[in-house]
């Protein structure tokens, strides 16, 4: 099941039977299977649908907790050796596949799975239910079976409040995102966006090193910030500009001198994971757009696309964040 992206926590009556609130996870989405019987496997699948239990044995040896005939829907975290959750070492272990090399990191890195969904228990399935009746069973779950790390409960809360907070402090914290939003009576739909997602934002500048469209009607921006060493690093791309802030674009930005833009030979996908290329126009990098953003980065690149605010033309581009 997935969700849709708000700004603001909704209104209690925006799902059927008022909201709960779960915390968002900035890790890999991911449907734990419990062997069905003693000498059965225990899988992992990802939401598109590829096995990766082989990549993460530790949660394979922990599923020995599990009762069999369970199915539970979470989020995949992996922790670096500073113990702060960590998307690239996250990554890193989730195509690897070399044995040797998949044990050393699942030894350095452990992984824990956030269950925040129970879909079947004891071979049954119960998507049919309710949410807030799959909740009590989850926490059921894991008082009755006594399930410690790597299996965590995903903390949950029916009060607005609760969650305002968690948006505002929790979300400070690498790996946390937001909160989701669900109906304490709908059923589980798998593939079906029923659910509401909040992340949490926040205002910050970055160097314009290409468009997408035209001068005349830019569509896209294409973001970078400098290095220790003064080089332009690409950083994220924008939504798509409205008609009135692409007006606004016109006049300030002027294509790149033939072999003076640090980007000459880069090429940028179309979305994060994506191969896809989009088709840009380096423009000079003397302009700075503020931009809103949430906090899901990979290596500096935030992964998922930034709202444009404006152009920030009292500002020059050495007083940007570097990278």
């Not at 709960?20 to 890790?27: C, F, Y």
């Not at 649908?49 to 040896?61: E, N």
């Not at 807030?132 to 607005?160: V, Y």
């Not at 899901?296 to 696309?305: I, T």
Request: hydrophobic share 40%.
């Amino acid at each position: 099941m997935l969700a849709q992206a708000r700004d603001t926590i909704p209104s209690p009556g925006a799902l059927r039977g008022g909201l709960a609130m779960d915390l968002k996870w900035d890790g890999y989405r991911a449907i734990a299977f419990s062997p069905a019987r003693p000498d059965g496997p225990f899988l992992l699948q990802t939401r598109r649908g590829s096995l990766i239990q082989d990549r993460f044995p530790d949660l394979a040896a922990a599923a020995v907790q599990l009762p069999p005939g369970l199915v539970l829907d979470g989020e995949l975290l992996v922790l670096n050796s500073a113990g702060t959750m960590d998307f690239e070492v996250l990554q890193r272990r989730a195509v690897t596949t070399t044995p040797r090399a998949v044990q050393t990191l699942a030894r350095a890195h452990p992984a824990y799975f956030v269950a925040f969904d129970i879909l079947q228990l004891g071979g049954q399935p119960i998507v049919a239910e309710p949410y807030e009746q799959r909740r009590s069973r989850l926490e059921a779950l894991f008082a009755g079976h006594a399930l410690s790390p790597p299996w965590t409960l995903c903390p949950s809360t029916k009060d607005p409040a609760v969650a305002r907070e968690w948006l505002e402090t929790w979300t400070r914290t690498p790996g946390v995102e937001g909160v989701v939003c669900k109906g304490l009576l709908q059923p589980y739909r798998p593939g079906a966006i029923g659910w509401l997602k909040v992340r949490a934002r926040q205002t910050t500048e970055a160097v314009v090193g290409a468009i997408t469209g035209t001068l005349s009607r830019p569509r896209m921006l294409v973001l970078g910030r400098f290095d220790g060493e003064g080089r332009l690093r690409y950083v994220g791309k924008t939504t798509q500009i409205s008609t009135t802030a692409a007006q606004q674009l016109v006049g300030w930005l002027t294509a790149a001198s033939v072999g003076t833009h640090p980007w000459e030979d880069a090429r940028f996908s179309t979305a994060w994971g994506n191969r896809d290329v989009l088709d840009t126009t380096l423009v000079a990098p003397d302009r700075v757009a503020e931009v809103s953003v949430d906090t899901a980065q990979d290596r500096g690149v935030w992964r998922h696309p930034v709202r444009l605010a404006r152009l920030r033309l009292d500002m020059p581009v050495n007083d940007v964040p570097t990278v």
